[in-house]
């Protein structure tokens, strides 16, 4: 069986993934050079040389203000009914694509993102907004947190590749520890209704 690889100009690139402190260069050939870059976007997911997810949470988030932009300007803040639905439908799908494979770490990725629903929450709340926690102004328009919402959808991935219902293999992501412990644990069951509450709405 052969394998032929057709190199089309203009769409093949490299990337080296190394530390940061690694300044050595090196020339990738198929065919000619390729040219090197220092991140891709693949299905959607923007992949940096470091393997940090910065550059590709500012890019969404960077987006996310755009269309949020956009909706401020053409429907205005008054219909209290098309802006959340229009917000829910074109924004936040923005802030959580693929999202259990990018899930920030960093607290500046993690407010970056809930920023954008925070300025959103300011558009539509009730007066005085201004002197209302974000918190409260979430659970008035029955909106979770965005950080809320990330742990539910790792957490339904996560439960996907458990159980088989995922293309991953179970085996090479997770080790199961065969210690026991005293500690007691919630059961699975009351986290799982936890999280129903949360987004039945």
């Given at each position: 069986?052969?394998?032929?690889?057709?190199?089309?100009?203009?769409?093949?690139?490299?990337?080296?993934?190394?530390?940061?402190?690694?300044?050595?260069?090196?020339?990738?050939?198929?065919?000619?050079?390729?040219?090197?870059?220092?991140?891709?976007?693949?299905?959607?997911?923007?992949?940096?040389?470091?393997?940090?997810?910065?550059?590709?949470?500012?890019?969404?988030?960077?987006?996310?203000?755009?269309?949020?932009?956009?909706?401020?300007?053409?429907?205005?803040?008054?219909?209290?009914?098309?802006?959340?639905?229009?917000?829910?439908?074109?924004?936040?799908?923005?802030?959580?694509?693929?999202?259990?494979?990018?899930?920030?770490?960093?607290?500046?990725?993690?407010?970056?993102?809930?920023?954008?629903q925070r300025r959103a929450s300011l558009c539509i709340a009730v007066k005085k907004r201004g002197d209302m926690p974000y918190e409260e102004r979430c659970n008035i328009l029955n909106w979770p947190?965005?950080?809320?919402?990330?742990?539910?959808?790792?957490?339904?991935?996560?439960?996907?590749?458990?159980?088989?219902?995922?293309?991953?293999?179970?085996?090479?992501?997770?080790?199961?520890?065969?210690?026991?412990?005293?500690?007691k644990y919630i059961p699975c069951e009351l986290i799982t209704q936890t999280f129903f509450k949360i987004f039945k709405n």
């Amino acid at each position: 069986m052969t394998l032929e690889i057709i190199e089309t100009e203009g769409k093949c690139e490299a990337m080296r993934i190394t530390h940061s402190c690694d300044n050595s260069s090196t020339d990738y050939t198929l065919g000619k050079t390729l040219k090197v870059v220092k991140s891709f976007k693949d299905l959607g997911v923007e992949i940096s040389k470091d393997l940090s997810w910065s550059q590709h949470i500012s890019t969404v988030v960077n987006k996310a203000n755009q269309v949020l932009g956009l909706i401020r300007r053409t429907v205005g803040t008054a219909n209290t009914s098309a802006f959340p639905f229009l917000y829910n439908s074109l924004v936040r799908p923005l802030l959580e694509y693929a999202v259990p494979v990018w899930n920030p770490y960093l607290v500046k990725d993690i407010h970056a993102i809930e920023n954008v629903q925070r300025r959103a929450s300011l558009c539509i709340a009730v007066k005085k907004r201004g002197d209302m926690p974000y918190e409260e102004r979430c659970n008035i328009l029955n909106w979770p947190l965005l950080s809320t919402r990330r742990t539910y959808f790792s957490l339904v991935e996560c439960y996907k590749i458990v159980f088989g219902l995922s293309h991953l293999d179970f085996q090479e992501l997770f080790e199961l520890n065969s210690k026991n412990y005293k500690k007691k644990y919630i059961p699975c069951e009351l986290i799982t209704q936890t999280f129903f509450k949360i987004f039945k709405n």
